[in-house]
């Protein structure tokens, strides 16, 4: 158990559950200590310690709320950029590549909308080469639905904890 006594950073991110196992967010490991100290969150996992002057605690990197505290609930109805590169898994819609930028598929000149059935995630260099031409919805490599709250918060903390907090996570 060496790395038990590896100190880290008040900053480094916690995961946060409710009582249900489903994901609340993330808060800085220094909240989630004052969580846990004030019996407000239990730790459920834990690496490295954290240190004050006076103890020296594990460090949670995935805590549980007590109490009920609902997760995020419904579908996102309106299309932000965030919400829809994790839709998309941050990659290209129409070749699978890291993408970074919205793509209206129909085109916003040839009367697209702004609609989550309309939008999807594109690397520079498919949004370049497509331009105003119409689609080839054949060659799309995602379905164009409004994401749930929970699938689009899922995905952002399992990047967020880089793949550490994947267990804790519901499977999208
Ligand atoms: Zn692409």
């Known amino acids: ?18 009582g249900a196992g489903l994901p609340l967010g ?3 490991l220094s909240r989630a200590v004052s969580l ?15 240190r004050s002057p006076s103890v020296t605690l594990p460090a949670p990197t995935v805590i549980v709320r007590v109490g009920w505290v609902p997760s995020p609930r419904g579908v996102h109805t309106r299309v932000t950029k965030s919400a829809l590169l994790a839709r998309d898994r941050w990659s290209c819609g129409w070749c699978g590549m890291p993408g970074d930028t919205v793509d209206h598929i129909v085109p916003r000149s040839r009367g697209g909308r702004h ?10 260099s498919c949004n370049n080469d497509k331009g105003s031409a119409m689609p080839d919805w054949s060659t799309l490599r995602v379905r164009p639905e409004a994401p ?3 699938l689009v918060l899922s995905r952002q903390l399992a990047r967020l904890g880089r793949g550490a907090w994947e267990p804790y996570l519901p499977a999208a």
């Open 148 to 150: 749930s709250r929970l």
């Open 115 to 124: 609609e989550w059935a309309n939008v999807v995630t594109s690397c520079l």
């Open 36 to 50: 846990v100290m004030t019996h407000r969150a239990e730790t459920l996992a834990s690496e490295g310690v954290i």
């Open 26 to 28: 993330a808060i800085p």
């Open 1 to 18: 158990m060496q790395d038990r006594m590896i100190p880290v950073k008040p900053t480094r991110p916690t995961l946060v559950l409710n």
